[in-house]
């Protein structure tokens, strides 16, 4: 039997949240994408193409998931996170939250 892959979306500002779901999901024989970069939390600047390369990048990694996973804290999605969402959702792949999340919610 395959090993299940996940990738792992949010903010980049949340890098160890991030990093605690990597941890928690490997421990449970999870084989795990998520960025290689955090953003947000390190302050660092990607001039447009490189921002667009590795957002491509992203993706990728979600085409070959099985399902991603989340980390809204607070439940916060921004609008790249919604992007990602809405790609897993088009090609069936599941979908989890950290925090509990709803249409309501403004998904």
Same mark, same amino acid.
């Given at each position: 039997m395959r090993t299940k892959v996940v990738t792992v979306v949010g903010s980049t500002k949340f890098e160890?949240?991030? !990093?605690?779901?990597? *941890?928690?999901?490997? !421990?449970?024989?999870? *084989?795990?994408?998520?960025?290689?970069?955090?953003m947000h939390a390190e302050g660092l600047k990607f001039d447009d193409e490189t921002k667009e390369r590795l957002d491509r990048l992203h993706q990728e990694k979600i085409r070959g998931s099985d399902r991603i996973f989340v980390v809204n804290v607070g439940g916060y999605i921004g609008e790249s996170t919604r992007a990602e969402i809405a790609l897993a959702r088009s090609l069936n792949i599941e979908v989890d939250y950290l925090e509990p999340w709803s249409i309501e919610d403004g998904e």
């Open positions: 160890k949240e991030t !990093r605690e779901v990597i *941890a928690l999901l490997e !421990r449970l024989s999870y *084989a795990v994408f998520s960025v290689g970069s955090f």
